[in-house]
C-alpha cells in the first residue's frame, strides 16, 4: 500500500458500544474495556490473541511511529497511523496513561509548523480516534492529561490573521478548521488555571471586525470548567452583536455545558469548577430568556403572519461583516444543542402549576408555579404551544424540518439522560434529577405536535415525528400507544388517502416494540395479527412506496415475533368469547377493527392473564396471514417487467427497490417461521416453482428460495435439489443455452425453464453448507455439466453465479442464525407452547450465543474436489486456447470467456479459504540510501478465521498451487490476447482477463466497501431497538451483526498493506498496467478501476507501474496511450504520491508539460484538469515536510513520556541511528531534486516553442516551487518578470502574483531570524518596534494629534481596544533609520528584477492594464494583483522608480477611458501604499506632486469611473496610519458637502468620498465624527434618495465606530461584565442629542406637509424616509444593539408614519422597520418599555390604520418576547385586543381576533371561562335592528365583537376539543345567517375547525350531542333553503 494512499484510506471505526461493560463505576477503566473486548472475542468461533500478545503488536507500532518521529519521516508515519488505527479497530484495551502519551504525541505533531495540511489532517484525526467520541464516557478525564493551549494559539492565529501578501497564497486552505477542531477535541485538557491567559489574549482582540473569527476561537478553547469566569463575559459579547454565526456558537457551547454541568457542584469538575446552580440549570433568570429568545428565534417561525423569514438579520449582519472574511466553518446542528439546553436544565426548581381552570371570577388572575415544577419543561411548554399550530401538514414550510428536528432530538436527549441518571455510576444529585411525573409532562408535552407532524408532506419531517413518537413510545407507552393505534387502524382502513397509509406504516414499524412486547406495553400484542392482516393490501407493485413502507412495519415487527399458532395450547382457562379469534367483529358505534372479547375502547389495558388469552386466540389467523402474504408476492412478481439491460435488473429503480425490500422481509419471515407454517409454506413455494417458470420473475423468485434457505437449509435443499438437477438436465439436453455468445442479451424465451430452474439452485446452495455434504457427488457432476453446456452470455454467467455462492456457503465463516432468540431458547417445547411471553425479548451482550458456520474438513475436501475435478479442467482448457492464438474465432472466444469466468467464479468465492504466507519480495521499490525497509509499513497479522493457514498442511500447499496456476493462466491469458490481430472483436475475452486479474488481486480477506456496508447495516439494525447509547440491552439480530463486523473488520486488516510476490509484480506492471493504456475506453476505464484498487493493497505498488506509465507519455506514443496513461497519473491517489515524492514530481510535471505535442482536444483538456488538481500538492509546505530539519522539542518530550509506557525494549536504538542518517541525505536529496525539477520546468516554459497554455501552465507549477526558507535563482525570477509585460492578461496576472510572492518570501526571511519566526510569521520587521500602552485614552488622543516629525511614530494595524487593550502594540517611528539587509542570493534577485524593469517598462505595462478586460464583472473595480504588484516594485526599489512612473499616469488619470483611469488608479494606490518606508525626500516629491491634482481627478470623475477611486481610497487608507497620507486626509476633510445642489452625482460624489474615508479609517475618525454626525443630521431632509441612502450608510459607520467600551484591561472588563447592568455601553445611544430634537420637530413638519402629489417632497417625508433607512441598514448591521435606543425613542413615530396611505414609500419602510426591531432579541428590561410603546400607540391613536399596522408587530413582539413579558405586561395586551375586537373598523377587529388566539393559546388558558362568560353575555345583550335603523351599524359591530372574541377562543385550541367548545357551537349557529361580516366570521371559524380537527374526529366528535353536531353542520353552511 502506498504511503499516500494511506493517509486517504480511512479504517473505519467500528460503531461505538462500549455499554457493555459500561455500568460498573469503581471498577479501573481499563478493566471495563476488558470486559467489553471480552464480549466481542466470545462472540467469534476462533480463538483470538491475548491481550499480551496484541500489547506487543501496540509496542511494535508505537516502536516505529517514535523512529519515524526522531527521523522527523512524516510521511512515512503517516502510514503507521493507520496501522495503529487498524490496531485501535481491534478494541483491545490500551491504559489510560499510554492513551495519554499517545494524544499528548499526535497533538504535538498537529503543532509542527510549515507541514502539509492534509498530513495535520490525518493527525487531527487520529487524535480524535484516540479520544473517541464521548457516547457513553469519555476515553480520558481532564485529571489523565494536560495539553498546553498556547502553541496551538501560535500556529492558529498566523492562519486566522495572516499577513496580507502571504494571504493571497495560501488560498482557501482548511487549516484554521482543522487547528480549531483539534482546540475542540483537546479542551477539556487545557489547564483550567489557563482561563484567565486565554482571556487575556483572546479578549483584546476581540473587535467588531474580528468577531466571527474570534468568537469561534473562544468557544473552541475555553476548558468546560470555571464557568462563573467567562460566562458573564460571553452573555455580554453575545447581547451586543446581531450575528447567525456567533448564535450558533454561542447555542453550541450553551448545549453543551448544560449537559457537563447537570451535576453542577458534584460533577467531574468538583466544587472548584463545577457551575453552581442558579435559577434555571446553571443559568440565571436573565440568561436563560436570553437562551430561550436565540432558540426560539432559530425555529425561523413566520409568526404574526409576516411571510419574511425573520432571522435574516443575523445572516445578512454575517454577510456584511465579512470584511475580514470568516475563514472559519462548520455545521453546527443549533436545533440538537436547543434540546441539550432544555432537557439538561431539567429539574424540580418551582411550584407545581395547578389546574388551568382558575376561579371564574377573576380573569385577570396568573397561575402560580411550573408545569411539572420545572422551570425549564414550564418554558419548553410555552415554546412548542406557541408553534404548535406549525407543525400541521397543512401550515408546512421550511420550518417545519427543524420543529420535528427538534421534537426527536428533544426526545433523544431526554431518553439520554433518564438512562444515565438509573445507573449507580450518576452523579447528579437525586433532588436535582428527572422525575417520574416530569417525564410523564414532558411526553405530554410534545405528544399532540408529533402526532401532527406523523403526517408531514417530506419524508425527512415524518422521519423526526416517527423518531420522537418511537421514543416516547419507549418512555411513556400509556400516553402514545392508544392514540397512535387509533391512527392507525384509522390510516391503514382508508383506501383513497395513501399519503396516509405510508406515514401510518412508517410509523408503525418505529413503535414495533411497545406493539409485541409485553414488558414494555401489555396491550400491545393483541393488535399484531389486525395490523398485519390489514397492511397486506400494501403490498403492491403499482405503489412502490407503499410496499416498502408495509415490508419495512412486517420486518420490524416480525424480527420480535416466533409465528406459530398458539391457540392449540390453551392455558387453562375458558376464552371469553365462541366466535373464532381472528373473526373481527363490528361494533355499532365505531368501525375500528376489535378483536373479540373486547368491550368498547381497543386500548385499554385488561389483567395479564386476560391479555394473554386474547393474544393466545389471535395466533391462530398467522397460518392464513402467512399464506396470504406468500400468495401477495407470488403475485407481485407475476406483474414484474421484463428482466433485461446491461445489468440485468428487474424494470427500473422502483422495482429494484420493491424487490430488494420484499426480499429483506421475506428473510425475516421464513426465519422465524414454526416448523408446521415452515413446511407449509415450503410446499406452496414448492408447488408453484414446479408448475410455473415465469421470464419476469427469474430472479425475485431464486431470492424467494434462498430466503427458505437461509432459514432451513436441509430442509429447502432436499426439496428442491433433486427436481431442479432433472430438469436442467432435460433442458440442456434439448439445446437449451447453446447458441453461443458472450455479449449480454435478452432471454431467449426458449430458455426460461432452465434459467428458472437454475435460479432456484442458486437460492438453495447459498446458504448451509452442512446440507450440501449429502448431496456432492451430484453438485460436483452438476457444475461440469452446466460450465460445458451453457454457451450463451446468460447461461453461463448463472452457472458462474452458482458456483460463487457454492464455494461461499462452504468456504465462509458466517453468524448462521439470526434469530430472536439464542437457538437453545427456540428449540425448548416450552417456549414453543408460550413464546408470546418472549416476544420483543432483548439480549445484553454477554448473554448472546452466536451460532456460526466453521468449514468442517469434509467442506474444505468438497472446495478442493471441485478445484480438482472442475477448476482444473477448466483451467487446461483456458491454457490451450491461449497457446492457439492464430485461429481464433467465435467458438474460441466464446469458450475462452466462459471457462475464465468459471475459474475466476471459483476464486471470488473463496476470499478467506487461504491465508497469505509471507513472500519474497523481488522489487521492494525502495532507494536504499534515503529509505528504510524496516520503516516500510507492515499489516498487524491477528486471527481472521482463515481456513488453511499452515504452510505444511498438504490441503494449504495443493489450494495454493491451484490459486498460483490461476494467476499464471490468466497472465498467459493476457499475453495471448495482446498479440491477436483484430482485437475489437475480442474485447469481451480482454475484459474478462481484466475481471480475472481483480479476482486474483482483489478478491482476499474482505474489500472496503463491502465492510463499510456491514458497518452501516449493524449501526442501522442497532439502533432500531434502543433509546439511547447508554442501553445495554438491544435485539440479539443486532448483537449477532457485531460480532460479524468484529469478525470482518478482522478479516478486512488483512486485505491492507499485502507485499507482492513476482507473479504479482508480473501481473501488475506487464498486463494490468498495459491494460490501462489500451485503446479501447472500456477495457482501460476498468483495468484503471482495478490498478487503482490494487494499488490500495499492495505496499509500493504505484512506484512499481510508474516508470513504465511515464514512458506512455512520452512523444510518438498512440493518444489513446497517451490518455490511458493521463488517467492513470491524475487518480487522485496517485498524483498524491508522485507529487510527494521529488523525483516523481519531476518527472510527472515534466510529462504534463511536454504533451502540448498531441493535438486532440480531449488530451489536452485532461493535461489542464490535472495540471490544476496537482497545484494543491505544489507548495512550500510539501517541500517542508518531505525535507523536514527544524529542531522539533514538543515531539521530543512527548516522545520521552510515550516511551515510559512501554518496555525498554521499544527503542530500537540501532535503527533509530540509521534512519535519523537517512533523514538528513533525504533531506537533501528532496532540495536538490526541486531546483532540478525547477530548472526543468523553466527550460520548457523558455523555449520559443511552447504554448502560452503551457507556459502559464509552467508559471503556476514554478510558482509552487517558491519558498520562504530559500531564495528564487535568479534565472527563475527574470523570467517572471519578462512575463509581466505578456499580453496574456492570464500569464500577466500569474507574473504578478509570483514576482509579489518571490519579493514576500525574500522579506519574510530577510526578517527571521530563527525557523520558528519563518514558519509562525513571528518576525520582526527592522522599521517596527514595540511600545507598551499604559494609558489607552492617552495613547489614543496621540493618534489623533498630528504627527511628531522627531520621535513620533505610525500605528498601522489598530486591531485591539474594543473591549480591552492588549499589553503592547506595534509602531513604525517616523525617522527609519535602519534598512533591510539583504543578503547575497537576494540581491542577486534583485538584481535580476532591477535589469528588466527599463526605461519603457512602465510605458509597457500602462498600456496593457489600460486595455478592456475580457472578464465582464458586474461592478468596475481595482484588479488586486495589479495593485499588489505595484506596492511590491514600490517596496523593494524605495521609490527609485518614481520619476518614470508619474509622468506616464499624468495622461491616463483625465483620459476620458475608463480603463485608462482604472490603470491610473491601480498605479497610484500601488506607489501609496508601497512608500511606507521611503525615504523621506522621496515621500515629499510623491506628495508634492499628487496633491494638487487631487482636485483634478474629482472633478473629472464620471458615474462609470468614480467606483475607481472611490476603491483607490479605500485601499490606500485601509489598516494604515492615515497620518502617513495627511495631504490626502487633509483634502478629503475640506471637501465641501452640498446637500441641495442640482446635480444628485455631484453631491453624492463627496459623500462617497467621506463614507469610504470613515470605514478605511475607522476608529481615528471619532476625532471628527461628532461634526459629520451633525452635519449629516442637520441634512437629513435631501431630495435624493442616493443621498438619503449614504447618509444611512455614514451614521451606521460613525456609530459602530465611536463604540469602544474599551476597558483598560481584561480583569476590569470581567468585573464590570460581572456586575454593571450595561458594560459594553450598548444603551446609551451616540446620537440621543441629534434624534430627539428631530422627534421634538416632527409633529410640526407633520402639519406643514404638502398635499398630494407633492406629498414626498415634504421635510417631514424626507426626514423620515433617512431615518427609516438609517434604521433599517443599522438593524441589518453585526451592531444593530447600538441602534436600539433610537429606534425606541421612534417609536410612536414609526407607527404614526406606517398609516400616511399618501406616501407608500414611507409607509413601506415603516412597517418593514418595525417588524425587523420587534422580531430581533430585546433584553427583558427593555420588553416592558417596548411593550409600553406599542400599546400606547394603538390605545391613544385616532387613526385605525396605525392600529392595524402595529397589532402584527405587537404579535411578532410578543412571540418573540413570550417568556419576557412579565405579567402586566400580558394584561396589557390582552385590554388592548379586547378594545380592538370593538374597534371601528373591521379589517382591525379581525386583526385583534386572530391575535387574541395566539395569545390566549400561549399564556392565558386559565381566562378562558371568564372571557367566554364575557363573549356570550355580550351576544346574546345585543338585538340586531333593522337594516334602516339608525342604531344598526353599532348593534352589528358589538355582536360581531363579540362573535369575534368566541371563534378566537375556538381558534386558540386548534387541535383539541375542551369541554367548554361544543356549547359554543349553539350560540354560533343562531348567528350562522346574520348578515356579514358576521357570517363570514363564523363560517371561516368553521371551516379552519373542520380542517384542523380532520384527523381525531372520528374521537372528537363524541364531545358533541346531536344538536351541538348539528349546530355545527349550520355554521358550515348557513342554514338550508328549505329550513
Known amino acids: 500500500m502506498d504511503e499516500e494512499d494511506s493517509t486517504s484510506m480511512d479504517v473505519l471505526e467500528s460503531p461505538s458500544d462500549d455499554i457493555a461493560a459500561e455500568l460498573v463505576s469503581d471498577r479501573s477503566a481499563y478493566e471495563k474495556q476488558k470486559a467489553t473486548l471480552q464480549t466481542y472475542i466470545d462472540s467469534l468461533p476462533y480463538e483470538c490473541e491475548s491481550i499480551d500478545v496484541m500489547q506487543a503488536k501496540l509496542e511494535y507500532i508505537v516502536g516505529k511511529l517514535i523512529v519515524c518521529a526522531k527521523s522527523k519521516n512524516w510521511l512515512v508515519l503517516t502510514t503507521w497511523d493507520a496501522i495503529l488505527q487498524c490496531w485501535l479497530q481491534m478494541r483491545y484495551p490500551m491504559t489510560t496513561s499510554t492513551r495519554a502519551a499517545l494524544v499528548r504525541f499526535y497533538y504535538e505533531l498537529c503543532l509542527l509548523p510549515g507541514i502539509e495540511v492534509r498530513v495535520i489532517r490525518s493527525w487531527a484525526d487520529m487524535l480524535y480516534r484516540l479520544l473517541g467520541s464521548k457516547t457513553v464516557k469519555r476515553k480520558l478525564e481532564a485529571t489523565d492529561l494536560q495539553l498546553p493551549w498556547k502553541p496551538l494559539w501560535d500556529v492558529l492565529y498566523k492562519e486566522l490573521f495572516p499577513k496580507s501578501r502571504l494571504a493571497e497564497f495560501q488560498g482557501n486552505r482548511n487549516l484554521n478548521n482543522i487547528l480549531l477542531y483539534v482546540a475542540e477535541s483537546c479542551k477539556r485538557y487545557f489547564p483550567a488555571t489557563d482561563i484567565p491567559d486565554m482571556l487575556e489574549t483572546f479578549l483584546p482582540i476581540l473587535t467588531p471586525d474580528t468577531t466571527l473569527t474570534m468568537i469561534p476561537v473562544l468557544t473552541s478553547f475555553l476548558p468546560p470548567t470555571h464557568t462563573h469566569i467567562y460566562l458573564p463575559v460571553i452573555f455580554r459579547i453575545w447581547e451586543a452583536f446581531n450575528s447567525h454565526i456567533m448564535d450558533d456558537r454561542f447555542l453550541e457551547f450553551a448545549g453543551i455545558l448544560a449537559e457537563e454541568h447537570v451535576a453542577g457542584k458534584e460533577g467531574l469538575a468538583g466544587e472548584e469548577g463545577g457551575a453552581a446552580w442558579k435559577d434555571i440549570g446553571i443559568w440565571t433568570q436573565e440568561e436563560w430568556l436570553m437562551l430561550i429568545s436565540k432558540g426560539i428565534e432559530s425555529l425561523y417561525v413566520p409568526v404574526g403572519n409576516s411571510s419574511q423569514n425573520v432571522a435574516a438579520t443575523a445572516v445578512q449582519a454575517d454577510a456584511t461583516a465579512a470584511r475580514q472574511g470568516s475563514k472559519v466553518k462548520k455545521t453546527i446542528s443549533r436545533i440538537s444543542f436547543l434540546a441539550k439546553l432544555f432537557v439538561y436544565s431539567m429539574a424540580l426548581d418551582g411550584p407545581i402549576r395547578g389546574d388551568s381552570a382558575s376561579t371564574p371570577g377573576s380573569p385577570n388572575s396568573q397561575p402560580m408555579g411550573y408545569l411539572a415544577g420545572s422551570k425549564a419543561l414550564d418554558s419548553l411548554d410555552k415554546l412548542i404551544t406557541s408553534t404548535e399550530s406549525f407543525f400541521h401538514p397543512s401550515n408546512s414550510g421550511h420550518w417545519t424540518f427543524t420543529l420535528t428536528n427538534l421534537l426527536q432530538r428533544l426526545t433523544v436527549e431526554f431518553a439520554d439522560r433518564w438512562l444515565e441518571e438509573q445507573q449507580p455510576s450518576c452523579k447528579t444529585p437525586v433532588a436535582r434529577r428527572l422525575t417520574p411525573s416530569l417525564r410523564r409532562a414532558f411526553v405530554d408535552v410534545l405528544r399532540t405536535p408529533a402526532f401532527l407532524a406523523m403526517f408531514s408532506k417530506d419524508s425527512f419531517s415524518i422521519s423526526m415525528a416517527q423518531g420522537a413518537l418511537r421514543t416516547m413510545a419507549l418512555l411513556e407507552p400509556t400516553l402514545i400507544m392508544p392514540e397512535l393505534l387509533e391512527r392507525a387502524y384509522g390510516g391503514l382502513e382508508v383506501v383513497n388517502e395513501t399519503h396516509r397509509t405510508t406515514a401510518v406504516l412508517k410509523m408503525l414499524s418505529g413503535i414495533s416494540l411497545p406493539l409485541v412486547s409485553e414488558m414494555i406495553w401489555r396491550p400491545g400484542q393483541k393488535h399484531l395479527l389486525p395490523l398485519l392482516e390489514l397492511c397486506l393490501p400494501g403490498i403492491d407493485l403499482n405503489d412502490p412506496n407503499k410496499t416498502v413502507c408495509a415490508t419495512l412495519f412486517i420486518v420490524s415487527t416480525m424480527q420480535h415475533v416466533k409465528v406459530g399458532d398458539l391457540s392449540m395450547h390453551h392455558s387453562g382457562f375458558a376464552l371469553s368469547g365462541d366466535a373464532p379469534g381472528e373473526e373481527l367483529m363490528e361494533v355499532d358505534t365505531e368501525d375500528t377493527h376489535i378483536p373479540e372479547g373486547v368491550e368498547m375502547s381497543p386500548f385499554v389495558s385488561l389483567s395479564k392473564r386476560e391479555e394473554r388469552t386474547l393474544v393466545r386466540e389471535s395466533t391462530a389467523g398467522f397460518a392464513d396471514w402467512v399464506t396470504s402474504l406468500f400468495r401477495r408476492v407470488l403475485a407481485l412478481y407475476e406483474n414484474l417487467p421484463e428482466e433485461g439491460g446491461k445489468k440485468k435488473t428487474t424494470g427500473g429503480k422502483s422495482e429494484e427497490t420493491v424487490l430488494k425490500s420484499i426480499k429483506s422481509m421475506l428473510d425475516v419471515v421464513t426465519l422465524h417461521l414454526s416448523d408446521q407454517l415452515f413446511d407449509l409454506v415450503l410446499n406452496l413455494v414448492f408447488d408453484y416453482a414446479a408448475t410455473n417458470a415465469k421470464s419476469n420473475a427469474i430472479r425475485a423468485f431464486g431470492q424467494l428460495v434462498a430466503c427458505l434457505a437461509r432459514a432451513q437449509p436441509q430442509k429447502t435443499l432436499d426439496k428442491f435439489l433433486p427436481s431442479c438437477i432433472s430438469r436442467i438436465q432435460e433442458e440442456l439436453k434439448y439445446g437449451a443455452s447453446s447458441i453461443r455468445t458472450t455479449s449480454t442479451h435478452d432471454l431467449v424465451p426458449s430458455d426460461t425453464t432452465l434459467h428458472w430452474n437454475m435460479s432456484i439452485l442458486r437460492g438453495c446452495l447459498a446458504y448451509g453448507a452442512h446440507a450440501l455434504l449429502k448431496h456432492k457427488e451430484d453438485i460436483i457432476n452438476l457444475l461440469s455439466l452446466l460450465l460445458n453446456k451453457t454457451k450463451n452470455e446468460r447461461g453461463y454467467t448463472g452457472t458462474a453465479a452458482i458456483v460463487t455462492r457454492v464455494m461461499h456457503a462452504l468456504s465462509g465463516v458466517y453468524p448462521s442464525d439470526n434469530r430472536f432468540v439464542n437457538e437453545d431458547v427456540w428449540n425448548q417445547p416450552e417456549f414453543n407452547e408460550s413464546h408470546n411471553t418472549q416476544w420483543g425479548r432483548l439480549y445484553e451482550a454477554k448473554d448472546v450465543k452466536v451460532k456460526w458456520h466453521i468449514p468442517s474438513n469434509e467442506e474444505v475436501q468438497f472446495i478442493l474436489d471441485i478445484l480438482d475435478r472442475v477448476a482444473a479442467p477448466a483451467l487446461d482448457k483456458i491454457e490451450t486456447l491461449a497457446r492457439s492464438t492464430q485461429h481464433w474465432d467465435e467458438v474460441v472466444r466464446n469458450d475462452f470467456c466462459r471457462y475464465l469466468l468459471f475459474v475466476r467464479s471459483i476464486w471470488s468465492g473463496l476470499p478467506s479459504f487461504l491465508k497469505e ?383 509579489v510572492k518571490t519579493a514576500v518570501l525574500m522579506k519574510i526571511r530577510a526578517y527571521a531570524k530563527t525557523d520558528d519566526e519563518l514558519w509562525l510569521c513571528k518576525w520582526q520587521s527592522p522599521f517596527a518596534k514595540t511600545i507598551s500602552i499604559n494609558d489607552p485614552p492617552a495613547f489614543l488622543e496621540q493618534l489623533y494629534q498630528p504627527i511628531n516629525e522627531v520621535d513620533g511614530f505610525y500605528v498601522d494595524l489598530l486591531d485591539t481596544g474594543f473591549l480591552a487593550w492588549t499589553k503592547t502594540i506595534k509602531c513604525y517611528p517616523v525617522n527609519l533609520t535602519n534598512s533591510v539587509s539583504w543578503d547575497l542570493a537576494s540581491r542577486q534577485c534583485l538584481q535580476a528584477m532591477r535589469s528588466c524593469i527599463g526605461k519603457g517598462y512602465f510605458t509597457q505595462l500602462a498600456t496593457l492594464w489600460s486595455q478592456e478586460s475580457s472578464k465582464a464583472s458586474g461592478s468596475p473595480h481595482l484588479h488586486a494583483e495589479n495593485v499588489i504588484f505595484m506596492i511590491t516594485l514600490a517596496k523593494l526599489f524605495n521609490g527609485e522608480h518614481m520619476h518614470l512612473i508619474l509622468p506616464i499616469v499624468e495622461p491616463l488619470m483625465i483620459d476620458a477611458d475608463k480603463f485608462k483611469q482604472a490603470a491610473a488608479a491601480e498605479i497610484l494606490t500601488g506607489l501609496l501604499r508601497g512608500s511606507k518606508h521611503w525615504p523621506k525626500q522621496t515621500r515629499e516629491e510623491l506628495w508634492s506632486w499628487l496633491t494638487p491634482r487631487f482636485n483634478v481627478i474629482f472633478t473629472q470623475a464620471k458615474p462609470d469611473t468614480v467606483s475607481y477611486w472611490t476603491s483607490f481610497l479605500e485601499h490606500t487608507l485601509l489598516n494604515l496610519d492615515p497620518r502617513r497620507f495627511q495631504p490626502l486626509v487633509d483634502w478629503i476633510l475640506s471637501l465641501h458637502l452640498d446637500f441641495q445642489g442640482d446635480s444628485a452625482f455631484s453631491m453624492t460624489k463627496a459623500l462617497n468620498v467621506i463614507v469610504v474615508f470613515i470605514d478605511s479609517v475607522g476608529v481615528r475618525f471619532n476625532g471628527v465624527s461628532e461634526k459629520y454626525a451633525s452635519i449629516f443630521f442637520d441634512n437629513a431632509d435631501s431630495n435624493y434618495a442616493e443621498i438619503r441612502t449614504s447618509i444611512s450608510n455614514a451614521l451606521c459607520l460613525i456609530a459602530k465606530y465611536q463604540w469602544r467600551p474599551a476597558y483598560p484591561s481584561v480583569d476590569a472588563l470581567l468585573a464590570a461584565c460581572a456586575e454593571s447592568p450595561d458594560p459594553l455601553r450598548i444603551r446609551q445611544g451616540f446620537f440621543s442629542y441629534h434624534v430627539q430634537s428631530i422627534i421634538d420637530n416632527l409633529p410640526k413638519w407633520k402639519d406643514e406637509r404638502f398635499s398630494p402629489p407633492r406629498v414626498s417632497q415634504s421635510r417631514y417625508d424626507k426626514v423620515g424616509l433617512t431615518m427609516l433607512l438609517w434604521l433599517w441598514v443599522s438593524l441589518h448591521s453585526p451592531e444593530a444593539c447600538l441602534v436600539r435606543p433610537h429606534a425606541m425613542a421612534l417609536l410612536p413615530e414609526l407607527l404614526s408614519m406606517s398609516e400616511l396611505s399618501d406616501n407608500p414609500e414611507l409607509q413601506k419602510y415603516s412597517s418593514a422597520v418595525l417588524r425587523v426591531f420587534s422580531s430581533g432579541h430585546l433584553p427583558p428590561s427593555l420588553t416592558d418599555i417596548v411593550l409600553e410603546n406599542l400599546v400606547s400607540a394603538i390605545q391613544s391613536s385616532e387613526s385605525w390604520r396605525i392600529r392595524l399596522h402595529a397589532l402584527p408587530a405587537l404579535v411578532v413582539f410578543f412571540y418573540r418576547n413570550l417568556l419576557t413579558i412579565s405579567s402586566n405586561g400580558v394584561l396589557k395586551i390582552m385590554d388592548v385586543l379586547l378594545d380592538c375586537l370593538s374597534d371601528e373598523n373591521v379589517e382591525v377587529r379581525e386583526m385583534s381576533s386572530k391575535t387574541l388566539a395566539g395569545v390566549v393559546r400561549c399564556s392565558q388558558r386559565q381566562n378562558i371561562i371568564p372571557l367566554k362568560n364575557r363573549f356570550i353575555s355580550l351576544a346574546r345583550s345585543v338585538k340586531l335592528p333593522s337594516r334602516t335603523h339608525r342604531d344598526y351599524g353599532e348593534s352589528l359591530r358589538k355582536l360581531h365583537s363579540a362573535i369575534l372574541g368566541l371563534c378566537a377562543l375556538i381558534e386558540s385550541f386548534p387541535y383539541s376539543v375542551e369541554p367548554w367548545m361544543p356549547s359554543l357551537t349553539e350560540v354560533l349557529a343562531r348567528h350562522a345567517t346574520d348578515p356579514p361580516p358576521i357570517s363570514t366570521t363564523i363560517r371561516h371559524c368553521a371551516s379552519e375547525f373542520k380542517k384542523t380537527h380532520q384527523d381525531t374526529w372520528h374521537k372528537d366528535q363524541l364531545a358533541f350531542d346531536e344538536d351541538q353536531l348539528q349546530s355545527l353542520s349550520t355554521m358550515l353552511v348557513g342554514t338550508s333553503y328549505y329550513a
Not at 484503471?1088 to 509500493?1100: I, M
Request: proline share 4%; hydrophobic share 40%.
Open 917 to 1299: 504466507g509471507p513472500k519474497d519480495v523481488v522489487h521492494p521499490c525502495l532507494d536504499p540510501e534515503i529509505e528504510l525497509e524496516e520503516l516500510i509499513v507492515d499489516h498487524i497479522d491477528v486471527k481472521a478465521g482463515f481456513i488453511l493457514t499452515d504452510l505444511d498442511d498438504p490441503r494449504y500447499q495443493q489450494a495454493l498451487q491451484h490459486r498460483i496456476r490461476f494467476g499464471n493462466v490468466t497472465h498467459l491469458a493476457a499475453v495471448a490476447l495482446r498479440r491477436i490481430q483484430g482485437g475489437e472483436d475480442h474485447l469481451d475475452a480482454v475484459v474478462a482477463v481484466v475481471k480475472a486479474i481483480d479476482t486474483y488481486f482483489l478478491d482476499y480477506g474482505m474489500s472496503r466497501a463491502d465492510f463499510i456496508t456491514l458497518q452501516k447495516n449493524f449501526a442501522q439494525s442497532r439502533e432500531v431497538n434502543r433509546v439511547s447509547a447508554r442501553q445495554k440491552e438491544n435485539s440479539r439480530i443486532a448483537w449477532v451483526k457485531r460480532a460479524q463486523v468484529y469478525h470482518c473488520g478482522r478479516l478486512y486488516i488483512h486485505a491492507l498493506y499485502r507485499r507482492r510476490s513476482s507473479l504479482d509484480d508480473t501481473l501488475l506492471k506487464e498486463d494490468l498496467a498495459e491494460l490501462c493504456l489500451s485503446p479501447y475506453t472500456r477495457v482501460r476505464r476498468l483495468a484503471q478501476n482495478v490498478l487503482h484498487s490494487a494499488c490500495g493493497s499492495y505496499v509500493r505498488a504505484t512506484r512499481y507501474i510508474l516508470p513504465s506509465i511515464f514512458n506512455a507519455l512520452s512523444k510518438g506514443n498512440d493518444p489513446d496511450r497517451i490518455k490511458g496513461a493521463l488517467y492513470v497519473l491524475g487518480n487522485k491517489g496517485t498524483a498524491a504520491l508522485t507529487m510527494s515524492e521529488p523525483p516523481l514530481r519531476r518527472q510527472y510535471l515534466v510529462a504534463l508539460l511536454e504533451c502540448q505535442h498531441e493535438e486532440k482536444p480531449s488530451i489536452q483538456k485532461l493535461v489542464t484538469t490535472f495540471s490544476t488538481e496537482c497545484l494543491i500538492h505544489l507548495g512550500e509546505e510539501v517541500i517542508r515536510t518531505s525535507s523536514y530539519t527544524a529542531p522539533t522539542p514538543g515531539i521530543e518530550s512527548s516522545i520521552r513520556t510515550l516511551e515510559e509506557e512501554f518496555s525498554p525494549a521499544i527503542i530500537d536504538s540501532e535503527l533509530t541511528k540509521v534512519a535519523v542518517e537517512c533523514a538528513a541525505k533525504r533531506a537533501k536529496r528532496c532540495l536538490e531534486e526541486s531546483d532540478k525539477t525547477v530548472r526543468s520546468i523553466l527550460e520548457i516554459a523558455c523555449r520559443p516553442t511552447t504554448h502560452w497554455r503551457y507556459v502559464h501552465m509552467a508559471m503556476k507549477f514554478l510558482m509552487g516551487f517558491l519558498r520562504r526558507d530559500a531564495v528564487a535563482p535568479p534565472e527563475l525570477v527574470r523570467f517572471f518578470m519578462e512575463q509581466t509585460l505578456s499580453p496574456q492578461s492570464g500569464i500577466r496576472a500569474s507574473a504578478e502574483q509570483a514576482i
